[in-house]
């Protein structure tokens, strides 16, 4: 009983791997189909696209309905992160006052595989009467949506993963690679950078990844800092109360020439350490970082033995950066 489940379940895992290798395999064909387009009858389409968007002086307005629709929600979303303004109206609600979301300034992306989506009509009736460019995004140019459109991007036939051929599946993968193909083009035509890309990311993993040295560090008073004449008794006081577990060395010019941390204490220590000075004890030309250095950078220095370093601006410190810093903001 036990031998006859084991072949029945590892009978389904095989079946279960030789079908999403047969879905991706599908998959990989539609874009494919899509890649080969691009050199080819569908590359004038998608630049006079990419020019009528970076010409619109509104915003994307991204439209339809089932599937098509839910693509059409991640091609709004991945615009609006990478710098063009776009939002996602439903094609059912649009003729129930969304329509009012719209002005002629605007350029309108109409998705629908068949091009012969009814809902679409309100919206379609829309953009003639007030003269509101239309971007389709079909498989058929010839369909009702390509013949409203001023642009057709009409993508090719492909065979749907789903083996019944109903399910839409390779269809939508291509629609979503078609929507990031304009969203980096876009981006890349207008010189979107890390510090833009930053300012729509705040939150999170990836706002994290996207700080500055001098977005984390502490400055100011909380700087642990002594000269180079400083008794270790004082140094020792400084370094307990500002709670780093180093302390660092500085020259009469302000300069940061050495550093002192819990281990060198560990490894001097002696019996008469604290008659010592600060020069005698430090650790000099100490690994340090530039404000503009990347958190992840910085992570990656205090990932070893190193657990907090001075930030420097021409040699003078201007905060300190401890590697529980970084993992509080969430960089990994």
Same mark, same amino acid.
């Given at each position: @009983?036990?031998?006859?489940?084991?072949?029945?379940?590892?009978?389904?895992?095989?079946?279960?791997?030789?079908?999403?290798?047969?879905?991706?395999?599908?998959?990989?064909?539609? #874009?494919?189909?899509?890649?080969?387009?691009?050199?080819?009858?569908?590359?004038?389409?998608?630049?006079? /696209?990419?020019?009528?968007?970076?010409?619109?002086?509104?915003?994307?307005?991204?439209?339809?309905?089932?599937?098509?629709?839910?693509?059409?929600?991640?091609?709004?979303? !991945?615009?609006?992160?990478?710098? !063009?303004?776009?939002?996602?109206?439903?094609? $059912?609600?649009?003729?129930?006052?969304?329509?009012?979301?719209?002005?002629?300034?605007?350029?309108? +992306?109409?998705?629908?595989?068949?091009?012969?989506?009814?809902?679409?009509?309100?919206?379609?009736?829309? &953009?003639?009467?007030?003269?509101?460019?239309?971007?389709?995004? !079909?498989?058929?140019?010839? $369909?009702?949506?390509?013949?409203?459109?001023?642009?057709? #991007?009409?993508?090719?036939?492909? &065979?749907?993963?789903?083996?019944?051929?109903? /399910?839409?599946?390779?269809?939508?993968?291509?629609?979503?690679?078609?929507?990031?193909?304009?969203?980096?083009?876009?981006?890349?035509?207008?010189?979107?950078?890390?510090?833009?890309?930053?300012?729509?990311?705040?939150?999170?993993? *990836?706002?994290?990844? *996207?700080?500055?040295?001098?977005?984390?560090?502490?400055?100011?008073?909380?700087?642990?800092?002594?000269?180079?004449?400083?008794?270790? &008794?004082?140094?020792?006081?400084?370094? !307990?109360?500002? $709670?780093?577990?180093? +302390?660092?060395?500085?020259?009469?010019?302000?300069?940061?020439?050495?550093?002192?941390?819990?281990?060198?204490?560990?490894?001097?220590?002696?019996?008469?350490?604290?008659?010592?000075?600060?020069?005698?004890? @430090?650790?000099?030309?100490?690994?340090?970082?530039?404000?503009?250095?990347?958190?992840?950078?910085?992570?990656? @220095?205090?990932?070893?033995?190193?657990?907090?370093?001075?930030?420097?601006?021409?040699?003078?410190?201007?905060? +300190?950066?401890?590697?529980?810093?970084? #993992?509080?903001?969430?960089?990994?």
């Amino acid at each position: @009983m036990g031998e006859a489940a084991h072949s029945m379940t590892a009978g389904n895992s095989n079946d279960a791997i030789a079908s999403a290798l047969r879905t991706l395999e599908l998959e990989s064909a539609g #874009l494919a189909a899509l890649q080969s387009a691009l050199t080819g009858d569908l590359a004038e389409p998608f630049v006079a /696209a990419v020019d009528r968007i970076r010409a619109a002086t509104g915003r994307v307005i991204v439209t339809g309905i089932g599937k098509s629709g839910h693509v059409g929600q991640k091609i709004a979303a !991945t615009l609006a992160s990478t710098g !063009t303004p776009a939002f996602f109206v439903h094609a $059912s609600e649009a003729s129930h006052g969304d329509l009012g979301m719209i002005i002629p300034e605007d350029v309108v +992306i109409a998705l629908s595989w068949s091009g012969e989506t009814v809902e679409l009509t309100g919206i379609l009736n829309y &953009t003639r009467r007030f003269s509101v460019p239309v971007i389709a995004l !079909t498989s058929k140019d010839e $369909s009702a949506l390509g013949k409203a459109a001023d642009i057709v #991007l009409a993508l090719p036939r492909a &065979t749907e993963a789903c083996p019944l051929g109903l /399910a839409p599946t390779t269809s939508t993968v291509m629609q979503l690679a078609i929507g990031d193909c304009l969203a980096i083009a876009l981006l890349e035509s207008q010189a979107f950078s890390k510090q833009d890309f930053k300012v729509f990311h705040p939150g999170g993993q *990836l706002g994290a990844s *996207l700080k500055y040295v001098s977005d984390i560090m502490h400055a100011g008073d909380a700087l642990p800092l002594a000269h180079l004449d400083t008794p270790m &008794t004082d140094a020792l006081v400084t370094m !307990t109360t500002k $709670s780093f577990g180093c +302390i660092g060395i500085v020259d009469g010019a302000g300069d940061l020439i050495g550093i002192i941390t819990d281990g060198d204490l560990r490894r001097k220590m002696t019996d008469n350490l604290l008659e010592k000075s600060v020069a005698d004890v @430090m650790t000099a030309d100490p690994k340090t970082l530039a404000p503009d250095m990347m958190a992840p950078a910085a992570l990656e @220095m205090l990932s070893g033995k190193i657990t907090a370093a001075f930030v420097v601006e021409r040699k003078t410190p201007v905060g +300190i950066v401890h590697l529980h810093d970084l #993992l509080r903001a969430g960089v990994a």
